[in-house]
């Protein structure tokens, strides 16, 4: 009898891998969800809901706005000379001109304190992206980085090769203009403190960092700084690196610690050392209270103001349009996940 060989002794074939996923209910969207149905009065009561909640967050947020009092004054045009009128780039760069310049300034209305002083620019463009790279965020927080300079360039270091702390151009271009009040010529107090974000200074900014070799190459940019302050305590530095993301922007200077009274005659004394006019830039002085919505600014309440109105008219036209062309609503037995709540068909 001869040999025979089953094809069931042969070696089993390998078993192909399936590309289909593992079933599960998560994988194939099969979870409870909730698939609501737009009816008439649901659209209608959405809208309406919408506009009764905003509008009166508008109003409130209008009437905050207008309880602030602001104060601004541009100065980088009156405070150049007539003879220098013509050629402002010439004087702000002198280092012989007499850039004082003394304005005075009524109140409005009655200023609670604190009255915030801030400094506003215009057509400066601080979120250009040469110019927000040009840090050194390492150095500002540690002393044993001081030499870490990798994105200053051309702020790194001296002619002779010592390293700029802080380095950049952030820093190198640091507001240098100067402000001060008096009323009846009693000097008003300027309160300096607190005006950087706390979380900047504690790890932001060390506090065993010192600044070197700061403005002392051939081309100037803005204000000096003390040698002999760490950092983390150099306030008007920290507010002015927080770069601003929009070309007009303000900064906080200080605060008045007082009461302004309507119709006071406020005497500033400004330093226009600010160079603004190579780039035809605007300066302006502006001292402000605040509310629960902080600054002034109509655009918060008027954009709650357009939407709540916008959608209460819209309920309104969808009450009319159903009330003149009504639609019977069809069944809702006969949606899919209603015939396959489980998903599987």
Known sequence: ???????????????????????????????????????????????????????????????????VVEIVYQYDVDCIPEQSQNDKVAFIQSSVTNKTCTRTLTVPRHMDGPVHIYYELDNFYQNHRRYVKSRSDKQLRSKASEKVTTNCAPEATTSDGSVIVPCGLIAWSLFNDTYSFAIDSKTIEVNKKNIAWQSDKEHKFGNNVYPKNFQMGGLIGGAKLNASIPLSEQEDLIVWMRTAALPKFRKLYGRIEMDLDANDQITVTIQNNYNTYSFEGKKKLVLSTTSWIGGKNDFLGTAYLTVGSLCLFLAMAFIVLYLLKPRTLGDPSYLSWNRNPDGHY
């Open 1 to 67: 009898m001869g040999d025979s060989t089953s094809p069931s002794d042969g070696p089993a074939e390998p078993r192909r891998k399936s590309k289909k996923p593992k079933y599960s209910r998560f994988t194939q969207q099969e979870l409870p969800a909730c698939k609501p149905l737009l009816t008439p009065m649901i659209v209608v009561t959405t809208f309406a809901l919408i506009g009764i909640i905003f509008i009166p967050i508008g109003l409130a947020s209008l009437s905050a706005s207008e309880q």
